[in-house]
Nanobody, 115 residues
Framework: QVQLVESGGGLVQAGGSLRLSCAAS????????MGWYRQAPGKEREQVAG???????TYADSVKGRFTISRDNTKNTLYLQMNSLKPEDTAMYYC?????????WGQGTQVTVSS
């Protein structure tokens, strides 16, 4: 099992920044890819950014150039630096970890961007 705990969400004005963190514990040696997802009210959950064990990164088009995903394997922590935030970034943000045959989720952290 893998446990994921997110933190760092909050209320910010448009143009501002936030950094989300996701602390992983449990069978973390088995984790391959990790990622950040978000879900706004009435919308489906979407992947915002992903990072492989080797450090390869992917981003949704809507956040490219504004968000940066990173992971510190020594601290078992995943990060999402979010800059130039827009009201449309408002959502619950979830951390995810994948290993063969399993997909784990955190409980989510709310990000609200005011205009």
């Amino acid at each position: 099992q893998v446990q994921l705990v997110e933190s760092g969400g909050g209320l910010v004005q448009a143009g501002g920044s936030l950094r989300l963190s996701c602390a992983a514990s449990g069978s973390i040696f088995s984790i391959n890819d990790m990622g950040w997802y978000r879900q706004a009210p009435g919308k489906e959950r979407e992947q915002v950014a992903g990072i492989s064990r080797g450090g390869s990164r992917t981003y949704a088009d809507s956040v490219k150039g504004r968000f940066t995903i990173s992971r510190d394997n020594t601290k078992n922590t995943l990060y999402l630096q979010m800059n130039s935030l827009k009201p449309e970034d408002t959502a619950m943000y979830y951390c995810a970890a994948m290993r063969p045959g399993a997909h784990y989720w955190g409980q989510g952290t709310q990000v609200t961007v005011s205009s």
